[in-house]
Nanobody, 112 residues
Protein backbone atom coordinates (compact mmCIF):
# COMPACT_ATOMS: atom_id res chain seq x y z
CA UNK A 1 0.00 0.00 0.00
CA UNK A 2 1.26 3.47 -0.91
CA UNK A 3 0.45 6.65 0.97
CA UNK A 4 0.71 9.95 -0.88
CA UNK A 5 0.98 13.37 0.78
CA UNK A 6 0.69 16.55 -1.28
CA UNK A 7 2.02 19.93 -0.23
CA UNK A 8 2.86 23.32 -1.70
CA UNK A 9 -0.58 24.69 -2.45
CA UNK A 10 -1.69 28.18 -1.50
CA UNK A 11 -2.96 31.53 -2.68
CA UNK A 12 -1.12 33.17 -5.57
CA UNK A 13 -1.80 36.09 -7.90
CA UNK A 14 -2.41 35.57 -11.60
CA UNK A 15 0.89 35.15 -13.41
CA UNK A 16 2.54 33.71 -10.33
CA UNK A 17 4.13 30.31 -9.71
CA UNK A 18 3.80 27.44 -7.28
CA UNK A 19 5.52 24.08 -6.95
CA UNK A 20 3.49 21.19 -5.63
CA UNK A 21 5.14 18.16 -4.08
CA UNK A 22 3.81 14.64 -3.62
CA UNK A 23 5.74 12.50 -1.17
CA UNK A 24 5.16 8.75 -1.36
CA UNK A 25 5.59 6.33 1.53
CA UNK A 26 7.44 3.85 -0.67
CA UNK A 27 9.49 3.63 -3.81
CA UNK A 28 7.94 5.17 -6.91
CA UNK A 29 10.85 4.39 -9.19
CA UNK A 30 8.97 1.91 -11.36
CA UNK A 31 5.46 3.31 -11.41
CA UNK A 32 3.69 6.00 -13.43
CA UNK A 33 2.51 9.00 -11.41
CA UNK A 34 0.08 11.77 -12.15
CA UNK A 35 -1.49 14.99 -10.99
CA UNK A 36 -5.22 15.62 -11.23
CA UNK A 37 -7.27 18.63 -10.22
CA UNK A 38 -10.88 19.26 -9.32
CA UNK A 39 -12.49 22.68 -9.36
CA UNK A 40 -15.77 23.38 -7.53
CA UNK A 41 -18.71 21.92 -9.44
CA UNK A 42 -16.47 20.23 -12.01
CA UNK A 43 -15.20 16.72 -12.58
CA UNK A 44 -11.71 15.72 -11.62
CA UNK A 45 -9.38 16.08 -14.60
CA UNK A 46 -5.89 14.86 -15.45
CA UNK A 47 -3.32 17.66 -15.43
CA UNK A 48 -0.09 15.80 -16.13
CA UNK A 49 1.50 12.39 -15.83
CA UNK A 50 5.00 10.96 -15.87
CA UNK A 51 5.87 7.43 -16.92
CA UNK A 52 8.27 5.07 -15.20
CA UNK A 53 10.84 6.03 -17.85
CA UNK A 54 10.41 9.76 -17.27
CA UNK A 55 8.23 10.52 -20.27
CA UNK A 56 5.67 13.22 -19.60
CA UNK A 57 2.40 14.51 -20.98
CA UNK A 58 0.26 17.48 -20.02
CA UNK A 59 -3.32 18.49 -20.54
CA UNK A 60 -3.76 21.01 -23.33
CA UNK A 61 -4.94 23.65 -20.85
CA UNK A 62 -1.58 23.65 -19.03
CA UNK A 63 0.89 22.93 -21.84
CA UNK A 64 3.83 25.28 -21.74
CA UNK A 65 2.99 26.38 -18.19
CA UNK A 66 3.12 23.26 -15.98
CA UNK A 67 5.93 20.73 -15.69
CA UNK A 68 5.77 17.38 -13.94
CA UNK A 69 8.95 15.76 -12.68
CA UNK A 70 10.06 13.05 -10.30
CA UNK A 71 12.92 12.43 -7.88
CA UNK A 72 13.01 8.69 -7.35
CA UNK A 73 15.67 8.97 -4.65
CA UNK A 74 13.26 11.09 -2.60
CA UNK A 75 10.12 9.16 -3.62
CA UNK A 76 8.64 12.50 -4.64
CA UNK A 77 6.78 13.83 -7.66
CA UNK A 78 6.57 17.55 -8.38
CA UNK A 79 4.31 19.83 -10.37
CA UNK A 80 5.88 23.15 -11.25
CA UNK A 81 3.13 25.60 -12.16
CA UNK A 82 4.01 28.87 -13.87
CA UNK A 83 1.93 31.66 -15.38
CA UNK A 84 -0.99 30.67 -13.21
CA UNK A 85 -4.49 31.74 -14.19
CA UNK A 86 -7.69 32.05 -12.13
CA UNK A 87 -9.06 29.01 -13.98
CA UNK A 88 -6.24 26.93 -12.47
CA UNK A 89 -7.95 27.28 -9.09
CA UNK A 90 -8.72 23.77 -7.83
CA UNK A 91 -7.76 21.08 -5.38
CA UNK A 92 -4.77 19.24 -6.82
CA UNK A 93 -4.33 15.52 -6.20
CA UNK A 94 -1.44 13.18 -6.69
CA UNK A 95 -2.08 9.59 -7.74
CA UNK A 96 -0.42 6.39 -8.82
CA UNK A 97 -1.81 6.11 -12.33
CA UNK A 98 -4.31 3.29 -12.75
CA UNK A 99 -4.72 2.58 -9.05
CA UNK A 100 -6.90 3.65 -6.14
CA UNK A 101 -3.98 5.38 -4.43
CA UNK A 102 -4.67 9.09 -4.06
CA UNK A 103 -3.39 11.82 -1.82
CA UNK A 104 -5.63 14.04 0.27
CA UNK A 105 -5.22 17.00 -2.09
CA UNK A 106 -3.81 20.49 -1.78
CA UNK A 107 -5.74 23.67 -2.53
CA UNK A 108 -4.45 26.07 -5.18
CA UNK A 109 -6.21 29.42 -5.43
CA UNK A 110 -5.27 31.95 -8.12
CA UNK A 111 -6.77 35.33 -7.39
CA UNK A 112 -5.76 39.01 -7.50
Amino acid sequence: QVQLVESGGGLVQPGGSLRLSCAASGSIASIPMGWYRQAPGKQRELVAFITRDGGTNNAASVKGRFTISRDNAKNTVYLQMNSLKPEDTAVYYCTVIGTAYWGQGTQVTVSP
